[in-house]
């Protein structure tokens, strides 16, 4: 039963004319799939509604085609010919009784137009902002093309109608909606009665709302989200402008979505940003209007929750990533089932999705984006094949994760790890910087393979090919994992480079394990994630002259599809680093190493007592390559199958990991499909000439 606690996380709340039946309330959120994938990212809402949100709303949805995001793929509804596929989503959206939001967004200054080719319109004429720095700038609306907007907003309020939403979002946060660009100072600088004084800077929104309204009556609510602070300074809509423009409009909208600033800062992943981090800049709010207020916090606890709608700071508990980690978080609160539930890490793996224009994938829930693909679900397994049990050899993340899903299947499971304690890499990597939250993929996973009774987990038991073989277990997963190399092979060099005898090379490893080099070190980083910069960040901490060298651009690159680039290279400049982009490392010697440039190959030397190498890494799979080799003995050892999983297949971040322990626990005693896909995807239909 639920805990009285949290009674008021289930109140009903009014939105405009509608009724939310609580107060979880899941914000807009990407997801890789757009108008690409529209069944996917259906049927990821619809389980959203099924786990128990009383809100639920679609990712960004182009509402015209004179703005558009290309190369990212979002929702499009341009004309009614896109009205099916949304319509799609909002009757999964409203199965359970949740209410179905659409987010209509005109990107403006943000929109580069490369699909459409069409010139871009923004309040003033200044240069494209988006992530790719394109070469282009829009032009400022006139009073027409102010006319012509707010038309194309009630067009596609008519048409959010007609495909069976029940709420609309105008997006104006984050820098990305023209309600934000119009309300700041910094991007919009005119000086007729749409620019100047935050009076005449409100006066877009307000026109739009009220024309939307009268299009479309009584029958849908109308939020408003917007930024709680742009943090740029004098020229941004700061904190306090914000509550100036909420005061003069306090009934403007059916409800206040508020957000902070930059997609980063709202998004921040736990390295850089504590749950409920937003608090003091929504704390008084309440107190400038009477409509409802969601915001956002990356919440997890229930007891967060229930303190933010207590204390008036919000009435609606805003969540994206939580609910992806966890689709039936509100209903394990009402059910009294608090352990329960899958926490998110904060990894932001979620985002890069939709940054590199892919199907999006979660750590914690790796049937994320799969719920119409495959089939899977969060919270039900397919049924026990003919086989009853799986010796899985290593409890790091693919190795858990796969136990977890096999018992639920119903077979005997028997997890044999090497070290004393369980989590693989994640036990380790939690103990670095920033990382400690990463931890409760393993806690997660530990606490529920406890309470199940066909599930042994055996520590301190490395196994080798003749245990496995004697054991007699039917079905053999190889989960050992992986080492980094210390050879620095990587991307900048394919083959081993040159270290001089006496050098002294460290890896991840090492310094997870203990060892931590002193004096001057450099870190080279070819491997562009997270690793390079929290262990450089680790030396700084412990008293060494760091050095971080990488060939790339940026510090850790591939973080910028995690939103955590702009935040690690501070960090570390703060923390003393020494910070060398664009530079390689082509020899290792006792006392130096020798850099060169990633363009013309110039070389000069860099002091070092040591060298973290953060290169690639080598997978663990020596017991899998002697059991291949003894494939012969498997059916008498009553052997069905073996298979290697995970970073001993193919090492990558620890969501594949996860998604690798799950795919293979599904797919156990499963039929041969030959050369078949094994997912579903939706091709786009030809025109008629």
């Known amino acids: 039963m639920r805990d009285p606690r949290y009674d008021i996380l289930f109140e009903p709340m009014k939105i405009g004319p509608l009724t939310a039946k609580n107060r979880f309330y899941q914000v807009p959120h990407c997801n890789g799939g757009g108008y690409r994938d529209p069944s996917a990212a259906a049927a990821m809402r619809g389980i959203k509604a099924e786990g128990g949100w009383g809100v639920i709303f679609t990712e960004q949805c182009e509402m015209h085609h004179t703005s558009e995001i290309t190369p990212f793929i979002e929702l499009r509804l341009w004309e009614d010919k896109d009205i099916p596929q949304l319509r799609k989503m909002s009757e999964q959206m409203k199965t359970h009784g949740a209410l179905a939001g659409i987010q209509l967004a005109y990107s403006g200054i943000n929109g580069p137009n490369l699909y459409t080719k069409e010139v871009p319109l923004a309040p003033s004429a200044l240069p494209i902002r988006t992530f790719t720095n394109d070469p282009v700038q829009?032009?400022?609306?006139?009073?027409?093309?102010?006319?012509?907007l707010r038309r194309w907003f009630v067009n596609a309020a008519k048409r959010s109608k007609d495909a069976g939403f029940d709420l609309i979002c105008l997006y104006g946060a984050h820098g990305f909606g023209i309600f934000q660009h119009f309300l700041s100072r910094a991007t919009n600088q005119r000086s007729d009665e749409y620019g100047g004084s935050l009076e005449n800077r409100a006066r877009f929104s307000q026109e739009v709302i009220a024309d939307m309204r009268d299009a479309i009556g009584d029958t849908m609510a109308i939020t408003l989200r917007v930024s709680l602070d742009e943090t740029i300074g004098e020229l941004g809509f700061s904190n306090a402008e914000v509550r100036d423009y909420i005061e003069m409009n306090k009934d403007l909208p059916d409800l206040w979505d508020l957000a902070q600033g930059t997609w980063e800062d709202c998004s921040g992943p736990s390295r850089f940003k504590e749950e409920a981090a937003q608090e003091q800049l929504v704390r008084g709010i309440h107190e400038l209007t009477d409509k409802p207020i969601v915001g956002v916090g990356r919440f997890t606890s229930p007891d967060v929750m229930a303190k933010m709608v207590k204390s008036g700071t919000l009435d609606f508990i805003g969540c994206a990533r939580p609910s992806i980690a966890d689709p039936f978080l509100p209903k394990k609160i009402e059910e009294g089932r608090i352990e329960d539930i899958r926490e998110c890490i904060g990894c932001n793996i979620c985002i890069t999705g939709d940054m590199t224009m892919s199907i999006s994938r979660c750590t914690q829930n790796p049937t994320f984006m799969e719920e119409w693909r495959k089939g899977w679900h969060p919270e039900k397994m397919n049924d026990k094949g003919d086989s009853d049990n799986v010796l899985i050899v290593g409890s790091g993340p693919a190795g858990l994760e796969a136990a977890w899903a096999l018992c639920r299947r119903g077979y005997d499971v028997a997890v044999a790890e090497a070290r004393d304690v369980i989590g693989g890499r994640v036990a380790r990597e939690r103990l670095l910087p920033g990382l400690s939250a990463w931890?409760?993929?393993?806690?997660?996973?530990?606490?529920?393979?406890?309470?199940?009774?066909?599930v042994e987990i055996y520590r301190e038991s490395e196994l080798d090919a003749d245990s496995i073989l004697e054991f007699g277990f039917e079905n053999v997963c190889i989960a050992t994992g992986s080492t980094w190399r210390r050879d620095g092979v990587s991307r900048q060099h394919?083959?081993?480079m040159p270290i001089a005898e006496g050098a002294k090379i460290y890896t991840p490893d090492d310094l997870m394990d203990g060892t931590i080099p002193s004096g001057r070190v450099v870190v080279y980083d070819d491997d562009h994630y997270y690793m390079g910069g929290v262990l450089a960040e680790l030396l700084a901490k412990q008293g060494a002259q760091a050095t971080l060298v990488t060939p790339s651009a940026f510090v850790s690159d591939w973080t910028n599809n995690t939103l955590e680039q702009i935040a690690i290279h501070p960090r570390l400049v703060e923390a003393g680093v020494e910070i060398v982009l664009n530079q390689g490392v082509t020899e290792i010697h006792p006392?130096?190493?020798?850099?060169?440039?990633?363009?013309?190959?110039?070389?000069?030397?860099?002091?070092?007592?040591?060298?973290?190498m953060v290169a690639s890494r080598l997978e663990t799979n020596g017991v899998y390559n002697d059991l291949k080799a003894r494939e012969a003995e498997w059916a008498d050892a009553g052997i069905k199958s073996v298979k290697l999983i995970g970073d001993a297949n193919a090492p990558g971040p620890i969501a594949w990991a996860t998604y690798a322990g799950h795919r293979y626990a599904r797919e156990l005693d499963g039929e041969d499909i030959g050369d078949a896909l094994p997912f579903r995807r939706e091709i786009t239909e030809l025109a008629v000439d």
């Open 138 to 148: 829009a032009r400022a609306l006139d009073k027409q093309d102010i006319k012509d």
């Open 439 to 454: 931890g409760r993929v393993v806690d997660y996973r530990d606490y529920q393979l406890s309470q199940r009774p066909n």
């Open 494 to 496: 394919v083959v081993p």
């Open 591 to 612: 006392d130096h190493v020798v850099s060169n440039c990633v363009y013309t190959d110039r070389t000069w030397k860099i002091e070092a007592d040591a060298v973290v």
